[in-house]
């Protein structure tokens, strides 16, 4: 008797198929999620370039032989240093978002596929987003190194 019951008081919902602009728009943001990963490893790896191309050049202009009179201000110092260490952390968290990672899942569980590129998405958001702040950070403190050389000569 209790479970007849409790099959009565059962809510139904009534659907109706989504309309043409309704699939669009989930359509569009199906597309965005999917392109959201790409879209995120390829900024890290824009950064990873930028990165060692600028600590390139910061190690090719200290392996002259002759040191440019500039490089022995303190200040000039201080602040390249600063900058080597921004564009060697940027290169560390843009390097964990494009680094391999093993996910293990059953193929038939769309929420634990759900929950694991909500995973992946958040993670690579993070890296990429850290290492472009902390790059820009290294982007500025040369601009102000630049700067002070400048104003010196």
């Known amino acids: ?13 009534e659907s109706v198929p ?12 199906d597309e965005m999620e999917t392109g959201s990963l790409k879209t995120l ?14 600590l390139g050049a910061f190690f090719g202009l200290l392996a002259f032989k002759d040191a440019p009179d500039y490089l022995k201000f303190c ?7 600063l900058a080597l260490i ?3 952390t940027a290169l560390y968290f843009a390097l964990r978002a494009v680094s391999p990672k093993r996910y293990t899942f059953s193929h038939a569980n769309l929420t634990a596929k759900r929950k694991i590129l909500d995973e992946m998405l958040n993670h ?11 790059f820009g950070f290294g982007a500025f ?5 630049a700067l002070d050389i400048l104003f010196r000569i």
């Open 124 to 134: 690579k958001h993070g890296m990429v987003n850290w290492a472009s702040w902390i």
């Open 18 to 29: 989504l309309s043409p602009e309704d699939e669009r728009l989930d359509k569009l943001f």
């Open 1 to 13: 008797m209790a479970k007849r019951k409790k099959a009565e008081e059962e809510i139904f919902v």
């Open 75 to 81: 200040e000039v110092k201080v602040i390249g240093t």
């Open 86 to 88: 921004s564009f060697m």
């Open 141 to 145: 403190l040369m601009l102000v190194a």
């Open 41 to 54: 490893e390829d900024a890290a790896r824009q950064i990873i370039t930028l990165s060692t191309t600028l």
